[in-house]
């Protein structure tokens, strides 16, 4: 990628890293480490400006570089944080955390993708994974109410299978109230499943559509 403005380490300061500085005395390298570091502080306090700055810039950045390049560049700016992070010894939970709280500060209208980015601890992780794991507590009325439906069923294939072995009519001819209550248990618990499983499908997979599309950036989030 082609650099034709001002960038965080000048040309000069890039040649001797990747030199590791052999060109130079010891007292020369001090210097320009020196230099590199001040280069890389006053960089890095950009980002308090760069955090709220509008997405419709943000869009742009990188916009010459294809995916593979930006992917590569992302990394290499992750890695870099990361091992700052590690080295000043940061707790990762709190980073995070810090890094909510920024973001949901963050204007809507200008900043959409501040909403839309991944910065749960890994507490919040496992939480989440435990919770999707453990069956919801409709999950459970629903099995519940299936339960009462099956049984009302085995107890009417048992009921006809009796009457056809035995030739009696206890099941056809039997008790109205004994078959009514059969067939009202198998249909309550074949609807009551059926709604409940629906209503959890359309909050857990089209609700989340939903949101994302409104989330989306368009005319109602940028000028």
Same mark, same amino acid.
């Given at each position: 990628?082609?650099?034709? /403005?001002?960038?965080?380490?000048?040309?000069?300061?890039?040649?001797?890293?990747?030199?590791?500085?052999?060109?130079? /005395?010891?007292?020369?390298?001090?210097?320009?480490?020196?230099?590199?570091?001040?280069? #890389?502080?006053?960089?890095?306090?950009?980002?308090?400006? +760069?955090?709220?700055?509008?997405?419709?810039?943000?869009?742009?950045?990188?916009?010459? =570089?294809?995916?593979?390049?930006?992917?590569?560049?992302?990394?290499?700016?992750?890695?870099?944080?990361?091992?700052?992070?590690?080295?000043?010894?940061?707790?990762?939970? @709190?980073?995070?955390?810090?890094?909510?709280?920024? @973001? @949901?500060?963050?204007?809507?209208?200008? =900043?959409?993708? @501040?909403?839309?980015?991944?910065?749960?601890?890994?507490?919040?992780?496992? !939480?989440?994974?435990?919770?999707?794991?453990?069956? !919801?507590?409709?999950?459970?009325? *629903?099995?519940? #109410?299936?339960?009462?439906?099956?049984?009302?069923? =085995?107890?009417?294939?048992?009921?006809?299978?009796?009457? !056809?072995?035995?030739?009696?009519?206890?099941?056809?001819?039997?008790?109205?109230?004994?078959? *009514?209550?059969?067939?009202? =248990?198998?249909?309550?618990?074949?609807?009551?499943?059926?709604?409940?499983?629906? +209503?959890?499908?359309?909050?857990?997979?089209?609700?989340?559509?939903?949101?994302?599309?409104?989330?989306?950036?368009?005319?109602?989030?940028?000028?």
């Amino acid at each position: 990628m082609a650099r034709r /403005s001002a960038a965080l380490l000048t040309k000069t300061q890039r040649r001797r890293i990747r030199n590791d500085f052999d060109d130079q /005395s010891e007292a020369q390298r001090q210097r320009d480490r020196k230099r590199i570091r001040d280069r #890389i502080e006053s960089g890095m306090d950009d980002f308090q400006l +760069l955090a709220t700055y509008p997405d419709r810039e943000l869009t742009r950045v990188l916009s010459d =570089c294809s995916t593979a390049e930006t992917t590569a560049i992302l990394a290499d700016a992750q890695l870099t944080i990361e091992r700052l992070r590690v080295l000043q010894e940061i707790d990762r939970t @709190a980073l995070l955390e810090t890094a909510q709280q920024r @973001a @949901a500060t963050q204007p809507e209208r200008h =900043c959409w993708s @501040a909403g839309a980015t991944d910065l749960r601890t890994n507490a919040e992780i496992q !939480s989440e994974t435990r919770q999707q794991l453990t069956p !919801s507590r409709r999950l459970r009325w *629903a099995t519940r #109410i299936m339960g009462v439906a099956g049984i009302a069923y =085995c107890i009417s294939v048992l009921l006809f299978s009796i009457d !056809s072995v035995f030739n009696t009519n206890f099941y056809l001819d039997g008790p109205n109230v004994v078959v *009514a209550s059969l067939f009202a =248990c198998m249909y309550i618990g074949l609807t009551g499943w059926t709604a409940i499983i629906g +209503l959890t499908t359309i909050q857990v997979r089209l609700f989340p559509i939903i949101r994302a599309w409104i989330s989306t950036p368009g005319s109602h989030h940028q000028e």
